[in-house]
């Protein structure tokens, strides 16, 4: 858990701006929703936020991080800042009614605001949403709720209206690389590739690195893109059967697959060494380039692109994964 400074959140400055002016103002919305994908720090934003608005520090950052309220917040223990994480399949209309609705009424204990923060807020059933809709209406003056989805589409339009709607952008990969640098001291070419990989969430780019089984993907991977021709179906049907094993990873898989072939393509157009991502996979990532023209380097990734398609209406793996290692060696 923990807590992190403004300052020490990487990038979202425009709403790092926003958040710290309701602060300072001592005027936060009453209801607020996160938007962005798993991993791009909606959770941390939120947290810090809520310290920041229950921060008790005479100085003039908050949150300070050394107040015995903002201490509280960092450990999950405030008892003005309120966590729902859903514990089933979906968060129902009775834990929204125990958990939000009935006690929005009674006055904090401790700080000057009452912060609900919903996780998985697009988890909600819409007669859930229904009931926290009279709440953020006409919530008493101290009340906020924040809630956090991944899809804010799943939000009903009439709460959506009546929040203000905060999105999180991919950062850059610069951001990420030199954050990945300077945190973990690793060498520029693998938080570069951890950063692309990435593709703008910090949260991801850090689950890589410290990943063991992340390496190993990436290691079978790229064994697997310079060794395709040399494999009959055989042995492909082994490296499919070896991958279904963690299927819950196959978009890495795929993903890391797609890395390697736009490299390609970048290096037939430019034959620049310096623009590859797999910079140690010179020498395959040149053979393969020669080996192809530019309409086959688009079939394959779009055989990439087939197969998460497939893989997520729940075709069947090995026919869905055989269908898109065979546009490879053809």
Known sequence: ?????????????????????????????????????????????????????????????????????????????????????????????DEVREKIVDTMDIKPFSGPYKIYIISEADRMTEAAQNALLKTIEEPPEYGVVIMLTNNINALLPTIQSRCICLEFKPLSTATIENYLIDKYDIVDYHARTCAIFAQGNLGKAIRFVESQDFEVRKDKTLHLLRNVQNMDVADMMDVIREIGEEKENFKDYIDLMILWYRDVLIFKATNDINQLVFQSEYSAISRESSNRNYEKIEEILQAFDKAKMRLKANVNFEVAMELMLLTLKQ
């Not at 979202?12 to 994908?37: N, R, S, T, V």
């Not at 999950?76 to 399949?89: F, T, Y």
């Open 1 to 93: 858990m923990g807590l992190f400074l403004f300052s020490d959140i990487m990038g979202h400055d425009d709403i790092k701006e926003h958040l710290q002016l309701a602060i300072q103002g001592d005027k936060p919305f009453h209801a607020y929703i996160f938007q962005g994908e798993v991993g791009c720090g909606k959770e941390t934003m939120a947290r810090s936020f809520a310290a920041g608005l229950q921060c008790v520090s005479e100085g003039e950052i908050h949150p300070c991080g050394e107040c015995p309220s903002c201490k509280q917040v960092g450990s999950g223990n405030h008892p003005d800042v309120i966590w729902v994480n859903r514990e089933l399949s979906s968060i129902g209309v």
